[in-house]
């Protein structure tokens, strides 16, 4: 029979060859998915997979997409690591959204290099501080994270809906709910011209660089490790447990709070309710396909970014139902998660044998 | 009234033109139409509505035509690369069908200058983009009159889902509707903030039905509402698309979007070379909006009297928001005989005397 | 007087499908697994409820597909986790977006159409009892269902050898596997019943609440269920207390505005999370309390030592 045997260390060429072995199952299945659905199987693929990657605006545009996810998931994967669940940098996401858009508006009729960062700084303390909630909650009280950065996802929505419909609203805007339009100063400048790609992008890059050398090379990253590896060693070291979970809320608050300022700042341009699409949830898949790795991250960043631009191209083209690429979405991600095992296991064929 | 002489022209006669002379057509090249839709096409009612348009349109001009729709795309920056793309493809026309949409149009519009664009409910317009409505509070004036007579507890309850002006004038033309043929009536108005969630939806049907509602309207998108009507035998107004299949008994009428005249005409003006960027904000004179299924068991009486109100209503006799009326705090809004203009309807944000609950400033 | 039974058939209703989503993943998490794919299941449940409901007429045919469809889902999820050890909390998220999408796919010819009344309870004399006869033996049977669900998914932790095994391998897999329980057998197994409730939290959503489909009409509720269990501390009690008091604000929030409460709707809509999170911090102070239910192991794999 087969067996899974745990290998002693990870196999570096699994962890390369993995991603490789899954994208190529995936297209083997999405083949036959989209056979049966009677569309041509092979330009399907074309379409999601590859013509992206032939064009300078998709390209640009993977970027675009690929921001938020990146920045969100390089600060959850910090916590992930320390066993702090963070589930709801969605909300996070949004309260830095309009604690930077609200800087934005505030300041509106002035210009200035200085207002950018003053919004994303904006930004990120919003997001800490609707982190700060739960953090809190944890270590006074003993709150489950999970569910009270969960239940603060829905408050944010609605936060952000209320004040949209209210105090925020573009006064020349017919009462329709939106904020005005951003002015020059207070969006991001454009990275390449003529696409969309912005200077978010560049800050999701630092994020990485600044996670990785953390984690990699200062104590505390270390102790985080430690704390979630094995808490009760942690403890014995005399690590601070409230500590660890204020700082990984914290972090990864703010730069889901950064997040939603690029976001807004960025290829949006205003404060709208329809902000949130579920980039804090996505950016949890994607702190797993990079295995918590900031390096990894990145590349489950723009590999999910891909996917949704592939999909939206093959919807357009084949008239495909967009619940078709999600099921296709869906299949890629098992076999992400699926071919790890081969990362940390080997698989043996051990014939059968009767135990005397 | 300039969207009614474009309206009632332009749509009736190039709906007509299109089917009739269509042939005559010097196109060599197909038109290639393009569609974004906010929800998804199962959604049955908002997006559903606007698919039922391109259906039109497909079967207005056959393979003169090549539509391409995309389902489920996000307000914001999705909707802004769908858009592009679908210019990029060599798209025509372009049909963004959901206010959100507004910026990321106006942002493509500006990057294709050759493309034709039209945003559904949204006020900005370029040379290349034109903007395009439907007068629902006509609807719900006829269907307010509806309700006002049928109902015997003298109340009835209002599903809203958010505070910006489409709905609050819903609520607005429904009252007046309702107290113009019942003095006593009373709207009880709950808001769920959200446009589609079938369980809250019912859960707020529910509500009002055991606070003595008896006469339901919605404004969201999906027919749970109705269909709880039809379980505990009130009855309901249908919203966007015709509902009766979950309201049989429950339905007394259903103010139907249809968007497929207006479609037609364009692409087709399109086809032409006579497309211009226009306002168009058509009702139940342009055939934009129907009320469909009034059901059989609604008195001759009444049905007569929702029907000269219709007729008036379509023919531009009269006008919903007519004076002399008041706002809700009670100060005056129209004087008598004066009527909204199209500017005063569009931004509106208060109700009208009489309504009873408060509204987000 | 008739007004408060109606509020409270309105409770009832709003928190049906919440008990058994809520009551499914309980058992999964006692197990130590974390299932984050619950939103998933319940819309695959609603629309395999749904649709064969209206393809054979048969409502018992219609809860039963939900239950397999939940499963399914569930044991694609248990493969995934259990045998190749994948990650829980990014499988779950996975499972969502899966479900979701292949729910829409299957549904798309489906909407538009509506199914009849579930069957209720009809006892003679006892359902005509003025007032209370309507609530306690005038609802659906889905509605006992779910309650009885929670008693047996409590008795079984209590007093069974095998809710004694489940919570055994939850809290020390390593050792519950030394004594010779089938580790993975056992969660495979709370998987499936965790899916099987999901599943029919959807249908009740699906097939007797609307009762119609529409693409994403779960509309988080596979969320709420979630928080549900942590806010319940384990305890199914809890979770069907905590299901009937999110019900509870929601129906009472719109029934306040019915009555003319003058607070903007979208504070109102709040209310249901933020008193969740409230009664949470209530309870869980009492940190001994939350430690002696919460399953030790939660989210982390089992690998058999050989």
């Known amino acids: 029979m087969l067996r899974l045997e745990p290998r002693r260390e990870p196999s570096r060429a699994m962890q390369v060859l993995t991603p490789v072995f899954a994208v190529v199952l995936t297209i083997l299945a999405g083949l036959v998915l989209f056979a049966i659905l009677g569309k041509d199987p092979f330009r399907a693929i074309w379409l999601i997979f590859f013509e992206p990657l032939t064009q300078t605006y998709a390209l640009a545009e993977l970027t675009v997409k690929a921001t938020p996810l990146i920045l969100i998931g390089a600060g959850l994967a910090m916590g992930f690591r320390a066993g702090v669940w963070n589930i709801g940098a969605e909300g996070q996401f949004v309260a830095g959204a309009l604690a930077g858009g609200s800087v934005a508006l505030a300041l509106h009729e002035t210009a200035g290099l200085w207002i950018m960062p003053l919004m994303c700084i904006a930004g990120m303390l919003g997001g800490m501080a609707w982190a700060a909630i739960p953090a809190f909650l944890r270590t006074r009280f003993n709150a489950n994270e999970i569910l009270t950065s969960l239940m603060l996802v829905y408050v944010a929505i609605l936060l952000l809906s209320a004040l949209v419909h209210g105090p925020l609203r573009d006064p020349e805007g017919l009462n329709f709910p939106e904020s005005r339009l951003f002015s020059e100063s207070m969006i991001l400048p454009i990275l390449i011209e003529g696409t969309r790609a912005h200077v978010g992008f560049i800050l999701a890059l630092l994020a990485i660089a600044v996670a990785w050398l953390f984690m990699e090379r200062h104590l505390l990253g270390f102790q985080i490790k430690v704390q979630g590896q094995a808490p009760l060693a942690a403890r014995f070291a005399g690590y601070s447990e409230k500590r660890i979970v204020w700082m990984c809320l914290l972090t990864s608050g703010a730069l889901a709070g950064l997040a939603g300022t690029t976001e807004a700042a960025g290829p949006v341009g205003q404060l709208v309710p329809a902000l949130p699409i579920g980039y804090g949830f996505t950016a949890i898949i994607v702190a797993f396909l990079g295995r918590l790795h900031p390096f990894g991250i990145l590349l489950g960043g723009l590999l999910m970014a891909l996917t949704y631009i592939g999909g939206e191209a093959a919807q357009i083209a084949m008239s495909l139902p967009s619940a078709t690429t999600r099921v296709f979405q869906g299949m890629l991600l098992f076999f992400l998660l699926a071919m790890d095992v081969l990362v940390g296991s080997r698989v043996r064929w051990i014939p059968r044998t009767v135990h005397g | 009234m300039r969207y009614q002489s474009f309206t009632r022209l332009t749509v009736a006669a190039l709906a007509a033109a299109a089917f009739v002379a269509a042939p005559a057509a010097v196109q060599a090249k197909k038109m290639k139409v393009g569609f974004v839709y906010v929800g998804p096409i199962g959604d049955h009612g908002w997006s559903y509505q606007h698919h039922q348009g391109l259906l039109a349109v497909k079967k207005a001009f056959g393979d003169k035509v090549e539509t391409t729709h995309v389902e489920n795309v996000p307000e914001g920056p999705d909707a802004e690369r769908v858009t592009r793309q679908l210019a990029q493809q060599g798209h025509d026309i372009i049909f963004t069908t959901s206010f959100g949409f507004m910026n990321p149009t106006i942002k493509v519009a500006k990057q294709f200058p050759k493309v034709k664009f039209e945003h559904c409910s949204g006020f900005k317009r370029a040379k290349n983009v034109a903007t395009y409505n439907i007068r629902y509070y006509e609807g719900r004036y006829v269907n307010g009159v509806i309700a006002g007579r049928m109902t015997k507890s003298n109340t009835v309850g209002y599903i809203a889902s958010f505070p910006i002006p489409e709905v609050v004038r819903g609520i607005n033309a429904a009252y007046l509707g309702a107290k113009s043929v019942n003095p006593k009536v009373k709207f009880k108005i709950v808001w769920v903030s959200t446009w589609f969630d079938p369980g809250k939806e019912a859960d707020a049907a529910k509500a009002l039905a055991d606070q003595g509602a008896d006469v339901i309207f919605q404004h969201t998108d999906s027919p749970a509402a109705m269909k709880l009507a039809e379980q505990r035998g009130i009855s309901a107004i249908g919203q966007a698309s015709n509902m009766k299949a979950f309201g049989p008994k429950a339905q007394l009428a259903a103010a139907v979007n249809d968007w497929g005249p207006y479609y037609v005409a364009r692409v087709k003006a399109a086809m032409d070379g006579t497309w211009k960027s226009t306002d168009t904000w058509g009702g139940i004179g342009a055939g934009m909006l129907t009320i469909a299924s009034v059901h059989s068991r609604i008195p001759a009486d009444v049905r007569k009297q929702a029907e000269k109100v219709r007729a008036d209503i379509a023919g531009g006799k009269f006008h919903p928001f007519t004076g002399p009326l008041n706002k809700q705090d009670g100060k005056p809004f129209l004087k008598a005989g004066e009527k909204a203009g199209d500017g005063l309807l569009a931004g509106m944000n208060f109700y009208v005397q009489g309504i009873e609950g408060s509204l987000p400033k | ?306």
């Open chain 3, 1 to 306: 007087m008739e007004l408060v039974v109606n509020i409270l058939l309105g409770i009832v209703i709003a928190a049906t499908p919440l008990v058994f989503a809520a009551i499914g993943e309980l058992v999964v998490e006692k197990s130590g697994v974390l299932n984050l794919g619950v939103e998933g299941m319940m819309i695959v449940g609603a629309i395999a409820g749904f649709s064969v409901t209206i393809e054979s007429g048969n409502y018992l045919a219609g809860v039963i597909s939900a239950i397999a469809a939940g499963a399914l889902m569930a044991l694609l999820f248990g493969f995934l986790t259990q045998t190749l050890f994948a990650n829980q909390v990014a499988t779950g998220l996975a499972l969502t977006m899966f479900g979701l999408g292949l729910a829409a796919l299957w549904g798309q010819d489906y909407s538009g159409k509506a199914a009849g009344n579930f069957p209720r309870l009809d006892l003679p004399v006892l359902s005509d009892l003025p007032l209370v006869g309507k609530l306690l033996f005038g609802q659906d049977y889905l509605v006992y269902l779910s309650i009885l669900l929670v008693v047996g998914v409590s008795w079984f932790f209590r007093k069974t050898r095998g809710g004694l095994i489940v919570r055994a391998i939850g809290e020390n897999h390593d050792a519950a596997h030394a004594i010779g329980y089938p580790v993975v057998l056992y969660r495979y197994l709370a998987l499936m019943f965790g899916g099987a409730c999901a599943g029919l939290g959807g249908a009740y959503l699906s097939v007797v609440q609307t009762p119609f489909w529409a693409e994403g009409m779960t509309a988080g509720r596979g969320w709420i269920a979630l928080a549900l269990v942590v806010f319940a501390a384990w305890r199914p009690g809890r979770a069907l207390l905590g299901a009937y008091l999110f019900g509870g604000i929601t129906i009472l929030q719109l029934h306040s505005q019915g009555f003319g409460v003058k607070v903007e709707a979208q504070y109102l809509s709040m209310l249901p999370y933020l008193a969740t999170i409230a009664v949470l911090v209530i309870i869980s102070s009492d940190r001994l309390k939350v430690k002696l239910n919460a399953p030790a192991c939660l989210t982390q794999p089992f690998r058999a030592a050989t």
